[in-house]
């Protein structure tokens, strides 16, 4: 992986998109290789912007509103043009 933050938030996103729908930090670190601390720097802006959200009952992190709009809102658009 990388070592920018931007590539690290894209090893993120891939990780609830590839692999599973809920991550609790610590367990989301340990398998992108990368310390805790740095995740939750990540975590914390993508759930900001609504890209991922945490489930208020489990503490675990899982893809947001915002996300499933831009990804609905491509497919929109490929269908269209």
Known sequence: MNNNSISKAFAVLRAFIDEQPQWGVNEL?????IPPSTLHR???????????SVDEQTKRYKIGTELIRLSTKNIKNNREG
């Open 29 to 33: 670190a340990r398998y992108l290789q």
């Open 42 to 52: 990540i975590l914390t802006v993508l759930r900001d912007e609504n890209i991922l």
